[in-house]
């Protein structure tokens, strides 16, 4: 994981930003809950929300991304830092309603939790920084105020998903012990991570294998050069699967049981349930911790699944501070245009044009190259 000064040199649009809201503050006094990852990237977004007057309540996504010096910087920077998730933890769900926060920056269950609450909200919208978080969303209760849909947004998924994800999973499952030249690799799911993680394993030398049960991303596949194969085929060929699916049980223990001896399961995102752990510990003759991961034996065959959730996540830190200095910064104008009272549509929507339009000109401007635009 990156660290302090380090990352910050590495985020120069954010940089940018924090200079630009403390010269006039676009969040003065408004509250803004955010549920991170809390790293140390995370933080330089943290100080740029303090820098535009905001008052900032910080709550921990999961356990397996905290990162106590990062919590300890947040803090010390002026925020308020929530250590557990708040799922599940009725303390830390109190403590979000008593903040009475105006402006989200979510990963699901802050919407989840504040739509849960009968009457009038202080919510004036908020942005949505997962795949697996919007479709939380979409399914859950219709939410009153406007939700931008950061990881959907057009800049995010053409520069920071495709290839801040792609090389965090490749550099993942490359530190979890995993050998990727000359593997052959079922990759499961081809949206956009899909193919960002399918083309960061190819550039590892790896025969990537495509199973997906959507027919437009599997001849967008084939006609990107990766083999498609149907699921039962593949497993039994893969030495390395990677779910990208954020599907419950998108590997059941029968699907487990085609791999071949030392084969290697992996999941890329958010969720632990793509892979069904509890079926293979109740099948295996014995479980052990390996480096990165639980192996199990199956009396015929061995697998190893790698920790979870997020293998991108768990064994590679998130995504390089470059990277993610271009989401941070689509969040910290997304929530500055709903706080700025700009009007937009109750629900789940898209990030505004013109934000992504001025993150794009700001990274092209540190990269030497505002000069190539009219």
């Known amino acids: 994981m990156v660290e302090g000064d380090d990352v910050r040199s590495r985020m120069p649009v954010l940089t940018e930003l924090g200079r630009r809201f403390a010269a006039a503050p676009p969040l003065a006094r408004r509250r803004v809950a955010a549920?991170?990852?809390?790293?140390?990237?995370?933080?330089?977004?943290?100080?740029?929300?303090?820098?535009?007057?905001?008052?900032?309540?910080?709550?921990?996504?999961?356990a397996t991304t905290f990162d106590p010096a990062a919590a300890e910087a947040m803090t010390t920077a002026g925020a308020r830092v929530l250590t557990e998730p708040a799922p599940g933890n009725d303390a830390v769900g109190k403590e979000i309603l008593a903040f009475a926060p105006e402006l989200l920056l979510d990963n699901g269950d802050l919407t989840a939790l504040v739509t849960a609450e009968d009457g009038p909200t202080a919510v004036l919208g908020g942005t949505v920084h997962s795949q697996h978080a919007l479709s939380r969303v979409r399914r859950g209760a219709p939410v009153p105020y406007p939700l931008l849909a950061v990881t959907e947004s057009a800049l995010k998924t053409a520069v920071e998903t495709a290839h801040g994800t792609g090389q965090a999973a490749a550099r993942g499952?490359?530190?979890?012990?995993?050998?990727?030249?000359?593997?052959?690799?079922?990759?499961?799911?081809?949206?956009?991570?899909?193919?960002?993680?399918?083309?960061?394993?190819?550039?590892?030398?790896?025969?990537?294998?495509?199973?997906?049960v959507a027919?437009?991303?599997?001849?967008?596949?084939?006609?990107?050069?990766?083999?498609?194969?149907?699921?039962?085929?593949?497993?039994?060929?893969?030495?390395?699967?990677?779910?990208?699916?954020?599907?419950?049980q998108a590997l059941a223990l029968a699907d487990l049981r085609l791999l071949r001896d030392g084969a290697v399961v992996g999941?890329?995102?958010?969720?632990?349930?793509?892979?069904?752990?509890?079926?293979?510990?109740?099948?295996?003759?014995?479980?052990?911790?390996?480096?990165?991961?639980?192996r199990y034996d199956l009396g015929d065959r061995r697998l190893t699944v790698l920790e979870g959730p997020g293998g991108n996540h768990v064994f590679a830190g998130i995504n390089p501070p470059e990277l993610m200095d271009i989401s941070f910064a689509l969040h910290a104008l997304s929530l500055t245009t709903l706080a700025t009272g700009r009007r937009l549509p109750p629900g789940v929507g898209p990030v505004p044009a013109d934000v992504d339009?001025?993150?794009?000109?700001?990274?092209?401007?540190?990269?030497?190259?505002?000069?190539?635009?009219p």
Do not use: W
Request: charged fraction near 20%.
């Open 35 to 62: 549920a991170l990852n809390i790293t140390a990237e995370a933080v330089e977004l943290v100080r740029v929300l303090l820098a535009g007057g905001a008052q900032v309540l910080v709550v921990s996504s999961k």
């Open 173 to 212: 499952l490359m530190n979890a012990g995993v050998q990727l030249a000359g593997s052959r690799v079922l990759l499961l799911g081809f949206g956009v991570t899909g193919r960002a993680v399918a083309d960061y394993l190819r550039g590892c030398h790896a025969r990537v294998m495509v199973s997906e």
């Open 267 to 294: 999941g890329i995102g958010h969720t632990r349930t793509e892979i069904d752990r509890a079926g293979l510990r109740a099948a295996a003759t014995t479980v052990a911790r390996v480096p990165g991961g639980v």
């Open 215 to 248: 027919p437009v991303p599997l001849l967008q596949a084939v006609y990107l050069g990766f083999e498609a194969v149907p699921l039962r085929a593949g497993l039994a060929a893969a030495d390395v699967v990677v779910s990208v699916t954020d599907a419950r």
């Open 357 to 373: 339009a001025e993150v794009a000109r700001l990274k092209l401007d540190v990269l030497g190259l505002s000069e190539v635009l």
